[in-house]
């Protein structure tokens, strides 16, 4: 089992001087030979890979903090922090670097920070600096002080002995002593003074001295100290405001008391660095970032002694969705679990994920399927921000749940449209609330963060059933606003949220391929949205022509004869014309959308669209693109006329009523020519394979002769020849180089010229009719012999 002692989570500082967790392992000491020295390592504790190797350099400043820190900087702007899961541990680290480094393991900081010039740099780089000496602590000499503490903060090691003062002598105590004294006497001056020494101690950047002035007994000192800016003409009331306006509410009592202590000592810091510093310039921000570390290991610690509290989170749930649970309670529960989740976000993404399962297996989706639906702003804010933590984090936890509901039949209780209606009722006339949900729903209906595995695929489930219970919901808006020929509501209100749900739509046809395409043909979407062009809001109408433009852009056959079949370019080409040639954005995205449909060459709407609207577009030359569709269009016709000449002569065919296939009759045509290429090629084969085929045509001949006869006389048919005394059934010799065989042809017809005899089949036609033609018999079965055709040699 591995050491408890050395097992440690790894923190990065990164450009927003936030702190990121890089990961939970085990921290050892080694030496490394490429680094040709001693070096930390961390190794993940999940699959052992290497999260830290970092060699510790001579001339390193390491800082330990709240006992289970160690804290450091590695280059310009890259710090690192081990948070140490015991005390133990972190003192053999820190007693590892400091031995490395040569210096006592009692001290908090192993090398002064140098970052100053060059000049001060080889001032103040001795060791053998003396102490600072701190004057006597009274009223009277604080103005002394004062500058005692500005002087020291240019250089790193003045001010680290200046901080190692400070915590040996217990001055800060001190000093808060004589504030009470101060302000017991109201001198002003003096209280003016203690403020920039307690600013100037923040600067120096101290985890000790923080600790001691975030004591109990001394935070709310600290805060009064802080009051009195002599850049205010009055104090402010900061310390009447942490006592008496913010208090702490235990919606569900907390029986540890050290997460209590704790949770109060976060809010305090968190005030005082929020609102009772001044705002650092620009040069003092890095000065600060003790402090913003102190309150995010808070933070962290809090998440994890609340997470342990078994009792109190079932609790929590059970209460919120309890129906007995009144309002106020409810509020005050919702505003916890919001707070709760915040903190969570410091959490690194493997607890991150266990604590949203935890929330999750305690019933969090159903109590904000309570919570989102009530008509406190306070409550409902809150529940829109808790549920867009966890779909931030994860939306496939929340699609599983949506999947697994237990009631789908009754769409109304679904929580897909529990959002989707909160985004539609939403009062406020900005829509803020609407907008948050509006992006929770496109983060859920997201392919690229869906699953697919082996057994089944996420997105073919979770979309299946959101447009079977959900799609109706979220276009009912849409729907109900085109009945007519023109938008029925015109209000800034009802723009906007048919904005949000135009901009959804959208997105669903860029992703939802099949789903969106099946929804819009069989409702007619398309119809009703570009009623939506003649909203008197302009960005409105875009809203519309980008989603027409997002179907186009598909370029999907399906919806090309949607669009053609439905004449729904002609909406759009109404609004260019209201437009009336105003150069704006709505003039540019209509364009640009023919201007695809030239450029991808797509026929059937380019073809539409010259046809129907050349004519209205012709003056419109500003641009080339309706010019270049008309004249595509017009090449286009010409060729078709030139096609439809040459296949006129085919239209006879139809008058046979014994025609086939006009497949067929191609595979015949092309065994024709092929027949004909062997001849060529084999004439002296073909010669004596045609006598021989001529004898077998002369005997079979006379057999459907004798079945033609007994056939007319069975059925009483009589037989009619054609116009030109041709047989309407001819039997074809098949040149085969395996097999002499008699195949029956296709039906064959004469087209008479006067020039020209046309050949049809395998056979010549004269090109009069014979005096002793006899009369055929209609039954395709039999040919007098006399008229049989002879094979082409």
């Not at 007693?95 to 001290?107: L, R």
Request: net charge negative; proline share 4%.
């Amino acid at each position: 089992m591995a050491d408890t002692r050395r097992r440690v989570k790894l923190y990065a500082l990164n450009a927003d001087r936030q702190w990121d967790d890089r990961g939970t392992g085990h921290v050892s000491s080694s030496f490394v030979d490429k680094f040709k020295g001693t070096s930390l390592l961390v190794r993940a504790e999940s699959d052992g890979s290497l999260l830290l190797e970092s060699k510790i350099h001579p001339d390193t400043a390491y800082q330990k903090q709240q006992e289970t820190l160690i804290v450091w900087s590695e280059g310009e702007n890259y710090d690192l922090a081990l948070s140490f899961q015991e005390k133990a541990g972190c003192d053999e680290i820190w007693e590892k670097i400091c031995q490395v480094q040569g210096k006592d393991p009692s001290v908090e900081i192993t090398q002064d920070i140098v970052e100053e010039s060059e000049d001060e740099r080889y001032e103040d780089v001795s060791d053998t600096a003396p102490p600072i000496e701190l004057p006597p602590c009274d009223i009277g000499r604080l103005e002394e002080i004062s500058e005692l503490i500005s002087s020291c903060l240019p250089s790193p090691i003045r001010r680290e002995k200046l901080a190692v003062a400070l915590e040996s002598d217990n001055y800060i105590r001190k000093l808060i002593e004589v504030f009470h004294t101060c302000e017991d006497l109201e001198n002003i001056d003096s209280l003016h003074q203690l403020y920039e020494i307690f600013k100037n101690i923040f600067l120096l950047n101290k985890n000790a001295l923080f600790e001691v002035m975030f004591a109990d007994d001394t935070i709310f000192d600290v805060v009064g100290i802080l009051e009195y800016d002599p850049s205010s003409p009055n104090p402010k009331q900061h310390r009447d405001y942490l006592r008496n306006v913010s208090r702490f509410k235990e919606v569900i009592p907390i029986t540890n008391t050290e997460l209590v202590n704790k949770i109060h000592q976060t809010y305090r810091v968190q005030y005082i660095q929020d609102a009772v510093l001044p705002t650092p310039s620009v040069f003092e921000e890095n000065m600060l970032s003790t402090l913003s570390s102190f309150i995010f290991f808070n933070k962290v610690e809090i998440v994890s002694l609340l997470q342990e509290e078994e009792k109190f989170l079932a609790e929590l749930f059970v209460q919120l969705t309890d129906e007995t649970t009144d309002d106020e309670k409810r509020k005050d529960l919702v505003l916890f679990l919001k707070e709760f989740c915040t903190f969570s976000q410091t959490l690194q993404p493997q607890s991150r994920e266990t604590f949203f399962k935890t929330l999750l297996s305690l019933g969090a989706l159903q109590a904000l399927e309570i919570t989102l639906g009530m008509d406190d702003q306070t409550i409902k804010s809150a529940s829109i921000d808790i549920l867009s933590y966890i779909v931030d984090f994860s939306p496939p936890m929340v699609r599983e749940y949506v999947l697994q509901q237990s009631n789908p039949q009754d769409d109304d209780q679904l929580i897909i449209n529990i959002i989707i209606e909160q985004m539609i009722c939403d009062l406020d006339p900005d829509l803020g609330g609407a907008v948050q949900l509006s992006g929770i729903l496109k983060l859920l209906l997201d392919p690229d963060n869906m699953l697919v595995t082996v057994n089944k695929s996420e997105k073919t489930d979770f979309l299946n059933f959101f447009y079977k219970h959900c799609m109706h919901v979220l276009i009912a808006p849409v729907l109900a606003n085109t009945a007519g020929d023109k938008p029925s509501k015109e209000d800034s209100q009802t723009a906007q949220l048919l904005g949000l749900i135009m901009e959804l739509l959208t997105f669903c046809v860029e992703h939802h391929t099949y789903h969106i395409k099946n929804y819009i043909l069989h409702k007619d979407l398309l119809r009703r949205i570009l009623v939506l062009l003649k909203s008197k809001h302009t960005f409105l109408v875009l809203c519309a022509v980008r989603f027409m433009r997002k179907i186009i852009g598909l370029k999907d056959e399906f919806y090309n004869r949607y669009i053609i079949n439905g004449n729904l370019v002609a909406p759009v080409i109404d609004s260019f014309k209201r437009n009336n040639g105003r150069y704006n954005l709505l003039d540019s995205a209509i364009l640009e959308m023919f201007e695809f449909i030239k450029t991808e060459d797509m026929k059937s709407l380019g073809t539409y669209v010259a046809e129907m609207f050349g004519k209205a577009l012709e003056k419109v030359d500003y641009v080339q693109t309706f010019k270049s569709l008309r004249l595509r269009f017009e090449q286009t016709q010409d060729k078709l006329k030139d096609r439809s000449s040459l296949e006129s002569v085919s239209a006879v065919l139809r008058n046979n009523r014994f025609r086939r296939d006009a497949r067929q009759l191609d595979e015949d045509e092309e065994m024709w020519f092929n027949e004909e290429d062997e001849m060529e090629d084999n004439e002296s084969m073909n010669d004596s394979m045609s006598r021989k085929l001529d004898a077998e045509f002369d005997q079979i001949g006379k057999m459907l002769d004798k079945k033609g006869r007994e056939t007319e006389e069975k059925e009483n048919l009589r037989a009619v020849p054609n116009k030109t005394g041709s047989p309407i059934l001819n039997i074809r010799k098949v040149n085969s180089p395996t097999s002499n065989s008699v195949q029956p042809l296709s039906p064959t017809v004469e087209v008479k010229s006067p020039t020209l005899t046309r050949k049809v089949g395998l056979v010549d036609y004269p090109d009069e009719d014979s005096d002793d033609e006899e009369e055929e018999d209609d039954d395709t079965s039999g040919v007098p012999v006399s008229k049989r055709p002879r094979l082409n040699t």
